[in-house]
């Protein structure tokens, strides 16, 4: 292996699993841990060393990533799993999970007491951009950390963006949920509206391609639509937790966000049709015309 610390990344889902092999690529030493352990196992052929646990793997290593489902899940690993417990004293705790405002505070005071140095960063992105190191890794933390985590972090991201003290990046993870959950609904809707007009929705992809109002995430959501292609690239049980975290955010805030509740309640009439473990495009049937 290449130069540089060793690296526990702890949750090899759907995220985890090529950020450890973008990881592996930049010559990195990984460990990995995942509680479906076979999930891990995956990994082992590019060089990744499996461990039996969360302490296992974080004991002496440099950094730590994770990337679990929420925070009652980071919670648990870092804690009841004895990670945050075995981790070296000048290890640096790399956050990656969208776990919400609440949480997200939470995980940095038990880093905290424990001492450990620890960078809040969730990624923008899906499991594709992961594949290809191309996430957008909205990183807050103490800025003596960027020399040892800017390395790492360009391994798996496209941009690194640094924006303020730890708490920062979960912050804005959800202000990005807002426009992520939006445009996506929207594009849904239109084409459920569309469908019952007695339109071809594709016409309404082609009008909006090319002008100021288009963008890529829009044409690929409605092309999934379009094609009934609902193969998960992120999960729509999971968007609707994000939805939850977002409105959480508000209500801590001061702030309606009318848009992001509306969107909630269209995910979980979708979840309630049985399409939780389809992409996120799948709000599109909470709306879509009866046929």
């Given at each position: 292996?290449?130069g540089?610390?060793?690296v526990?990344?702890?949750?090899?889902g759907?995220?985890?699993a090529?950020?450890?092999?973008?990881?592996?690529g930049?010559?990195?030493?990984?460990?990995?841990?995942?509680?479906?352990?076979?999930?891990?196992?995956?990994?082992?052929?590019d060089?990744?060393?499996?461990?039996?646990?969360?302490?296992?793997a974080v004991?002496g290593?440099?950094?730590?990533?994770?990337?679990?489902t929420?925070g009652?899940a980071?919670?648990?690993?870092m804690v009841?799993?004895?990670a945050?417990?075995?981790?070296d004293?000048d290890?640096v705790?790399i956050?990656t999970?969208?776990?919400?405002m609440?949480d997200g505070?939470?995980?940095i005071a038990?880093?905290?007491?424990?001492?450990?140095?620890?960078?809040d960063?969730?990624v923008?992105?899906t499991?594709?951009?992961?594949?290809?190191?191309e996430?957008?890794?909205l990183?807050s933390?103490?800025?003596?950390?960027?020399?040892?985590v800017?390395?790492?972090l360009?391994a798996?991201?496209?941009?690194?963006?640094?924006?303020?003290?730890a708490?920062?990046?979960s912050?804005?993870?959800?202000?990005?949920?807002?426009?992520?959950l939006?445009?996506?609904?929207?594009a849904?809707?239109?084409?459920?509206?569309?469908?019952?007009l007695?339109?071809?929705?594709g016409d309404?992809?082609?009008?909006?391609?090319?002008s100021?109002?288009?963008?890529?995430?829009?044409q690929m959501?409605g092309?999934?639509?379009?094609?009934?292609?609902?193969?998960?690239s992120f999960?729509?049980r999971?968007?609707?937790?994000?939805?939850?975290?977002?409105?959480d955010?508000g209500?801590?805030?001061?702030?309606?966000?009318?848009?992001?509740?509306?969107?909630?309640?269209?995910?979980?009439r979708?979840?309630?049709?049985?399409?939780?473990?389809?992409?996120l495009?799948?709000t599109y049937?909470?709306t879509?015309?009866a046929t």
């Amino acid at each position: 292996m290449g130069g540089g610390p060793t690296v526990a990344v702890l949750g090899t889902g759907a995220m985890g699993a090529p950020m450890a092999r973008r990881l592996l690529g930049a010559g990195l030493a990984v460990r990995v841990w995942n509680r479906t352990r076979e999930r891990a196992e995956a990994l082992a052929a590019d060089g990744a060393v499996v461990c039996d646990g969360p302490g296992d793997a974080v004991a002496g290593a440099g950094a730590v990533l994770t990337m679990l489902t929420d925070g009652p899940a980071v919670e648990s690993v870092m804690v009841d799993g004895g990670a945050l417990a075995a981790m070296d004293a000048d290890a640096v705790w790399i956050q990656t999970s969208t776990v919400g405002m609440a949480d997200g505070d939470r995980l940095i005071a038990l880093a905290a007491d424990r001492g450990i140095a620890i960078v809040d960063a969730p990624v923008v992105g899906t499991v594709a951009p992961a594949e290809r190191g191309e996430l957008i890794v909205l990183t807050s933390g103490a800025q003596d950390l960027r020399v040892r985590v800017d390395p790492l972090l360009q391994a798996i991201g496209r941009t690194i963006l640094w924006l303020g003290p730890a708490g920062a990046g979960s912050r804005m993870k959800m202000v990005t949920n807002v426009w992520i959950l939006a445009v996506t609904e929207a594009a849904a809707e239109a084409i459920a509206l569309a469908q019952a007009l007695g339109l071809d929705p594709g016409d309404f992809l082609g009008a909006m391609a090319g002008s100021q109002i288009d963008s890529p995430y829009l044409q690929m959501k409605g092309r999934a639509i379009l094609e009934q292609d609902f193969s998960p690239s992120f999960r729509l049980r999971l968007a609707a937790k994000d939805a939850g975290l977002v409105l959480d955010a508000g209500r801590l805030s001061g702030v309606e966000l009318a848009v992001a509740r509306a969107v909630r309640d269209r995910l979980a009439r979708a979840m309630e049709l049985g399409h939780g473990d389809e992409d996120l495009a799948a709000t599109y049937f909470a709306t879509a015309p009866a046929t």
